[in-house]
């Protein structure tokens, strides 16, 4: 067998097929596993968006405009189950955690590549559980993406096939983060220490044990629910003498970490693009490197703020809200570091760039009104409000998403090989930007007004801010078309990017040829030097390609 082909055959799952397609279905190939998800995910992602687009058309005017509100309860339960469980929880770790990390830290792929294929596969079986239950005899859902207890124990819509879904979704996100774990310790290239990691692969370490550890106590309470709706036992239906409050409990013991398993690969993408185009060394770097860990640990005592109103104790209060005030503080770490670093650098405002700084403001806003519902009176007024609706939506969405697709832009080059239009990129950007905040900014002055969240009809004095929301919404819709057919046109006709286009200085950029190619690096690299090292602006290490020894 020739090394070609031998190579090839143990990037598949089972041999070495013919056919393309199976190549691409079977491949256990990090990156092109990587690719599969970004698809699939993309794929849901749009049509989450469209089913926004329908909720935000029915909310034009009181009344019903569109669908009736059992139908827009199915809506919006389904929006979220998408929009959380399918794309935003596993979005940049199962695309750039699988397509960039190995590269980052010079392996050859991650350690247990068939559990990797397998892991996209049982993501792919969860989301078709869920897609089936739409057409089941009683439709999906109508509980929210939250499945609070005990309506989602009595309701006779398909709760069961999607809480199975979200079931085999946390099985697939556990495994993944057991898969990263082990990669990002036993296969770093030599000299590798972790301190001389990219602080990208910080981000998908503290993500790991996120999903590691906080992942398996939704899936026991999902288990637990399950049980009580087809066997009636008494877990957390008051009338048979559970208690639907610990189905709060145990739900948020994950979901709020879960939160900071969105964001801390996102703050990771954050940390590689803000260094490479103010050509400085990140101000900081242990700093923002122990701060993900900080937020990753600190992240598991916050989840009772979520319950102010719940009836719990005026000093279990007072200790979740000073623990969710604690939180901000590595966070705020990493704002004074991304910030430190641009002062007084020659800032570059490519496409990455300019999608980075536009996030700084959004998750700033969403970070800050965040505070108000930290507060133990601000939280009873504006819980279950528009506001909260808001808040979420610009830390998750102006947060993680915008940085998500920051992340496309900065290691497009890699993946294809190719260069998207940058001026359209960055018109692109200025659309959903606008759009953004002129769907969702409404929203705060609407929920401290008293708008309540999750409902069919409203008061005719809200109706503006539904309008502008409406407006903003259809801007943002255009914008990421727009995105994506820019993107889309730079991978068939773009013009060829080079290994290196933007002068960074971190292992993946120093590879042979652009795309990345099935081997990675040619030889493993030994790595005697800190990431981000520039010098008048020009990175400071340099890499040759047959021996991968510097050369500077």
């Given at each position: ?59 034009w005017e009181p009344g019903k405009q569109l669908v009736d509100p059992h139908t827009f309860n199915q809506l919006f339960t389904l929006h979220g189950v998408i929009m959380i469980f399918i794309f935003i929880v596993p979005g940049i770790p ?459």
């Open positions: 067998m020739s090394a070609k082909s031998y190579l090839e055959e143990t990037h598949t799952a089972f041999g070495h097929p013919k056919s393309k397609i199976l190549q691409w279905l079977l491949t256990i190939d990090h990156k092109r596993i990587g690719i599969m998800y970004a698809v699939v995910m993309f794929f849901f992602f749009f049509v989450a968006v469209g089913i926004g687009m329908t909720m935000r058309a029915e909310l199962a695309i750039f955690g699988n397509i960039i990390m190995p590269l980052m830290i010079g392996a050859k792929d991650v350690s247990f590549p068939r559990l990797n294929w397998a892991n996209f596969w049982l993501y792919v079986i969860g989301c078709i559980v869920a897609l089936f239950s739409l057409w089941g005899e009683n439709g999906f859902a109508d509980t929210g993406w939250t499945f609070y207890a005990p309506y989602s124990l009595t309701t006779s819509t398909n709760v069961i096939p999607v809480l199975v879904a979200a079931f085999l979704l946390g099985m697939s996100s556990i495994l993944t983060g057991l898969n990263f774990l082990v990669t990002i310790h036993r296969l770093r290239a030599p000299g590798m220490d972790f301190f001389k990691m990219p602080l990208f692969v910080w981000g998908i370490y503290a993500t790991g044990w996120i999903q590691l550890l906080a992942t398996p106590v939704v899936g026991i309470t999902l288990i637990l629910a399950m049980l009580e709706k087809y066997f009636g036992i008494g877990i957390f239906d008051p009338a048979k003498g559970g208690d639907p409050v610990l189905f709060e409990h145990l739900f948020w013991i994950y979901s709020h970490p879960a939160v900071y398993l969105m964001i801390l690969p996102a703050f990771g993408v954050m940390s590689e693009i803000i260094p490479t185009f103010s050509r400085k060394e990140i101000f900081g770097y242990r700093t923002v490197a122990l701060s993900s860990a900080a937020i990753a640990g600190i992240g598991y005592l916050v989840w009772g703020h979520h319950l102010f109103t719940s009836g719990m104790s005026d000093l279990a209060k007072t200790i979740f809200s000073f623990l969710t005030f604690f939180v901000a503080v590595p966070t705020g770490i990493k704002f004074y570091d991304w910030v430190a670093t641009m002062y007084k650098a020659k800032i570059v405002l490519r496409a990455p760039m300019v999608w980075a700084l536009g996030t700084m403001i959004t998750f700033v806003i969403g970070g800050l009104t965040g505070v108000t519902i930290t507060m133990i009176g601000g939280d009873i007024h504006l819980q279950d409000t528009y506001y909260s609706v808001a808040h979420f939506h610009y830390a998750i969405l102006g947060g993680v998403v915008f940085l998500m697709f920051a992340g496309m832009h900065y290691w497009f080059p890699i993946i294809t090989g190719k260069m998207y239009n940058e001026k359209n990129a960055i018109r692109a950007f200025a659309l959903i930007f606008v759009g953004f905040n002129l769907l969702w900014f409404p929203m705060f002055i609407a929920g401290y007004y008293g708008m309540p969240r999750r409902y069919f009809d409203y008061l005719p004095e809200f109706a503006i801010y539904h309008k502008i929301a409406f407006v903003g919404g259809v801007m943002l819709v255009i914008g990421l078309l727009w995105m994506f057919y820019n993107l889309i046109q730079g991978w068939r006709k773009g013009e060829p990017s080079g290994p290196n286009p933007w002068n960074a200085t971190t292992l993946e950029w120093h590879l042979p040829m652009a795309p990345a190619p099935l081997d990675n690096h040619t030889k493993v690299p030994y790595v005697d030097f800190r990431p981000y090292e520039y010098k008048h602006g020009e990175p400071v290490v340099k890499f040759d390609y047959e021996t991968m020894r510097r050369i500077d």
